[in-house]
């Protein structure tokens, strides 16, 4: 079977030697030396200038949430995995959908001063499959009307916009190191943020306030990633540049095999060096994704339909229509892209989507 993606795991022996490390020191939390290790080789990896490692990618969102939204209006992307809507809602603050761009799928932000309020503190937004937002465009609104800028960046592993990592944007950017994700802890994540005063915020955040044993700088959380998810950031990061030279060559093939005549592809923004995370395409219609869809799974083959339902139709949220996020979701299908695909087996996928392609 051809899953949607399959996780990356190093040689047992690679894991195990680093996780005799955590049985030799009796050390298995508390930010002990394996989750130092990985915020440094990380913060060196991507240059980046303050970085805090957290147990999965939705409590650095809730979080950030939790410290900019006051339980406001938070102008957000309806396209997005649930976790980017569901964590306003949860820290009690109001998600207010922004339409998408219809090239790039990330925030359109030509829409998002119409939407601004005197109850708006924030701007969640998603660097999409890895594409990054009009970070500059959406900086300007944002000072403009003294809003925070948060970026859920969950798919951005090893992208650099304007050759930097594109975590350096935003007051806070977040990230997912999910085992479905490009790098990962099994579960994890990490928080960024260029801004000493908000990494000191973060940090007590992520660790419940404390300020020592004894004491507290404020109100806090368990956010704490543990050193058994970080001796497995350790054992595949130095894998992850093989990890996306071989993800490009997947990307590739897609490019050059399927019909680009009846299927959208995604545009990356210009002055993005990419990362490869996710290869979706888009249909004429859900008609035909369902078709090609069927063709697939009765070949084996389970690609995913990333990202449905468009968010702003959830059933915790005001519904309100975004025409183009409606429209996308709807006919939006990721294809199947990990280390170890078979040119083979890439050949006959592209075959399946190209024979199925027509409408029903
Ligand atoms: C994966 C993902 C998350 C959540 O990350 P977890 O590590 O699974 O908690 C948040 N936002 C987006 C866009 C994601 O894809």
């Avoid at 339980?71 to 809602?89: D, K, L, N, R």
């Avoid at 948060?150 to 930097?164: E, M």
């Avoid at 519904?319 to 939006?332: E, G, L």
């Avoid at 083979?344 to 592209?350: I, Q, V």
Wanted: with cysteine; proline share 4%; glycine share 4%.
């Amino acid at each position: 079977m051809i899953t949607i993606t399959k996780t990356f795991l190093p040689k047992i022996e690679e894991f195990q030697s680093i996780l005799a490390r955590a049985w030799q020191s009796k050390w298995v939390t508390n930010r002990g030396e394996l989750v130092l290790e990985l915020e440094k080789r990380i913060k060196d990896y991507l240059s980046v200038s303050n970085i805090i490692a957290t147990t999965n990618g939705t409590i650095p969102l809730q979080i950030a949430i939790k410290l900019f939204a006051n339980q406001g209006e938070v102008i957000t992307t309806p396209f997005s995995y649930v976790a980017s809507t569901s964590s306003i809602v949860w820290e009690g603050a109001t998600p207010v959908f922004v339409d998408i761009d219809p090239e790039y799928l990330t925030i359109d932000e030509t829409k998002i001063e119409a939407a601004i309020t005197n109850k708006t503190t924030a701007i969640l937004a998603t660097h999409v499959f890895g594409n990054p937002c009009n970070v500059e465009v959406i900086e300007s609104i944002a000072k403009r009307h003294n809003l925070k800028v948060i970026y859920d960046a969950a798919h951005c592993f090893g992208v650099l916009y304007k050759n930097k990592s594109v975590f350096n944007y935003g007051d806070i950017s977040t990230c997912s190191f999910h085992a479905t994700k490009l790098f990962h802890t099994a579960e994890g994540g990490a928080m960024f943020c260029n801004d000493k005063d908000i990494y000191h915020k973060l940090f007590y955040s992520h660790n419940f306030g404390h300020n020592g044993a004894l004491s507290f700088h404020g109100l806090g959380i368990n956010g704490k990633m543990s050193e058994l998810q970080a001796a497995m950031g350790l054992a595949v990061l130095p894998h992850v540049p093989l990890i996306l030279k071989e993800r490009k060559k997947v990307v590739d093939i897609y490019l050059s095999k399927l019909d680009s005549d009846k299927l959208q592809f995604l545009k990356i923004r210009e002055n993005t060096n990419w990362n490869y995370a996710y290869f979706p395409i888009i249909f004429e219609s859900e008609g035909v994704l369902l078709q090609v869809e069927k063709a697939l799974n009765s070949n084996n083959i389970i690609p995913r339909r990333y990202f449905y339902p468009s968010l702003n139709n959830l059933t915790y949220v005001d519904n309100v229509r975004m025409s183009v996020s409606d429209s996308i979701s709807k006919r939006i299908l990721c294809l199947p892209l990990y280390l170890g695909l078979k040119v083979s087996e890439l050949n006959k996928l592209c075959l399946i989507i190209n024979e199925n392609i027509s409408q029903p």
